[in-house]
């Protein structure tokens, strides 16, 4: 843990107000709604990238080479989120957190929208995929900007004691997003054919996205302004103001190794969530022969598991610690990484449901306090960029590349052992930056602190 941060939860300036529980619950389920609703556009690209965007924009006379580059520009859009991580992390450290929230989701709308009304490749030749790219792209910036403003204004408003539980109500926007995504999808395949389905049906989903957005629009420029954080934003400005030196400079020259640290501890989790939801789509339909409605069923079912997992891991972080919850879904995946795959490859239907649901545990323990302690590794000047780096490293490396690493393994392989060992791998990466991590923690508590953290809920373990 980077020593020269102090926990967040620093007290509010003397001018601003104590929030009230009323506010600070208003500002919480504001950024959970604005979460799920850019999880939700943001998924919608996996599901159609597994299922059909292939044929339409990459056609090949391969199967897998369609899906291949489908996947290839799903992953585009993890290369992309750094960037937003970096753009909205320079001007919510200096200007605030809710400017840039409001910007990333109407960039994510518009994208969205875009990708759902974009002609493919038999109608407008190479320009289809083109376009579908640079739409993808925008995706990634919106997300990579979202993720940090959300999660800080969760966080940040949290009670004392409880910052692991209020930053896991914007980290159930993604199980709340997936199970949007896969209920949108389900029913667009419900009420058209297959091939009405390929036509336009896919479609749909897409302009849901934007429907919802409307919704979280509302919310963070009509509900969410509450006096108690406009002064907040009116404070940090000035401050902001008063510095020459750029919140990313400080990151990269004093505090880049604990970025790296908790990309590098987060990215077993992102790749096996992006595995479990579209990979596996892809691997059961494709090769398992598997009905699409049944496994995307399936994911809806796992997926509605975190909007409890998440809060209790994250819940129980607040009492313990939360490097040690972080650790013990780590250690998880590793462990279940071969059992699960073994059950998936039976074909079955209920094995697959067995299969993704521990996955799923470990993955909600982990992602549970992940938000309050990537918020806790920076002071708060550098907060929203250092936290939205690591956590947007991670993306890149784990989740952006694991459907495509997936893919690219079976055909390679020919077995799912080859998914199970990157999984494992990854995982052990995660286990080595978490030792350091609570090394670091335990090096910084030995030195008397110049100001006592005002939060109890440990950073790390003890």
């Known amino acids: 843990m980077d020593t020269a941060a102090q926990p967040t939860g620093t007290p509010a300036p003397a001018s601003a107000p104590v929030p009230s529980d009323r506010h600070r619950r208003r500002v919480a389920t504001s950024a959970a709604l604005a979460s799920a609703v850019e999880w939700y556009d943001y998924f919608v690209?996996?599901?159609?990238?597994?299922?059909?965007?292939?044929?339409?924009?990459?056609?090949?006379?391969?199967?897998?080479?369609?899906?291949?580059?489908?996947?290839?520009?799903?992953?585009?859009?993890?290369l992309a989120r750094p960037v937003g991580g970096i753009i909205a992390g320079h001007f919510g450290d200096r200007h605030g957190r809710k400017p840039m929230l409001v910007l990333a989701l109407t960039l994510m709308g518009?994208?969205?929208?875009?990708?759902?009304?974009?002609?493919?490749y038999e109608t407008i030749g190479i320009a289809a995929p083109v376009l579908l790219v640079l739409l993808r792209v925008l995706q990634g910036i919106a997300v990579g900007a979202q993720w940090g403003g959300a999660m800080l204004m969760a966080t940040e408003y949290a009670p004392e004691g409880k910052r692991g539980l209020y930053g896991s109500l914007v980290q159930l926007g993604v199980p709340i997003g997936v199970v949007s995504a896969n209920t949108v999808f389900l029913i667009a395949g419900a009420v058209t054919s297959d091939s009405t389905f390929a036509a336009w049906g896919w479609r749909v989903p897409f302009f849901v996205g934007f429907l919802v957005l409307g919704l979280a629009w509302y919310i963070h420029t009509r509900v969410e302004e509450t006096p108690e954080f406009r002064?907040?934003?009116?404070?940090?400005?000035?401050?902001?103001?008063?510095?020459?030196r750029s919140p990313l400079r400080t990151i990269l020259r004093k505090h880049l190794g604990t970025v790296f640290l908790a990309g590098g501890s987060f990215a077993v989790n992102t790749a096996t969530f992006y595995i479990i939801i579209t990979g596996v789509l892809d691997y059961a339909t494709r090769e398992l022969d598997m009905k699409r409605s049944a496994v995307l069923t399936v994911s809806?079912?796992?997926?509605?598991?975190?909007?409890?997992?998440?809060?209790?891991?994250?819940?129980?972080?607040?009492?313990i610690g939360r490097l040690r919850i972080y650790a013990a879904g780590a250690v998880g995946l590793l462990v279940w990484a071969i059992p699960?795959?073994?059950?998936?490859?039976?074909?079955?239907?209920?094995?697959l449901g067995v299969g993704t649901f521990v996955t799923s545990c470990f993955l909600s323990i982990m992602y549970g306090p992940q938000a309050a302690l990537f918020a806790e590794l920076f002071t708060a000047e550098m907060r929203y960029t250092g936290a939205s780096l690591g956590y947007q490293i991670a993306a890149v490396f784990g989740g952006g590349l694991a459907p495509f690493m997936m893919?690219?393994?079976?055909?390679?392989?020919?077995?799912?052992?080859?998914?199970?060992g990157y999984i494992i791998g990854l995982a052990v990466i995660a286990l080595v930056s978490i030792k350091i991590l609570a090394s670091r923690a335990a090096a910084a508590a030995t030195v008397p602190a110049a100001v006592p953290a005002p939060d109890p809920a440990p950073a790390a373990d003890h």
């Open 45 to 78: 690209f996996g599901i159609a990238a597994a299922l059909v965007l292939g044929d339409l924009y990459f056609p090949s006379g391969s199967s897998s080479a369609g899906v291949l580059a489908a996947f290839a520009t799903f992953a585009v859009g993890f």
């Open 110 to 120: 518009l994208a969205t929208t875009g990708i759902g009304l974009l002609p493919t």
């Open 231 to 244: 002064e907040a934003e009116r404070t940090l400005a000035e401050q902001e103001k008063s510095e020459t």
């Open 300 to 319: 809806l079912c796992v997926s509605l598991t975190q909007l409890v997992l998440i809060p209790a891991a994250a819940a129980l972080s607040d009492r």
């Open 340 to 351: 699960m795959f073994l059950l998936i490859d039976t074909g079955s239907l209920l094995w």
């Open 407 to 420: 893919v690219l393994l079976l055909e390679a392989t020919g077995t799912s052992m080859a998914v199970s």
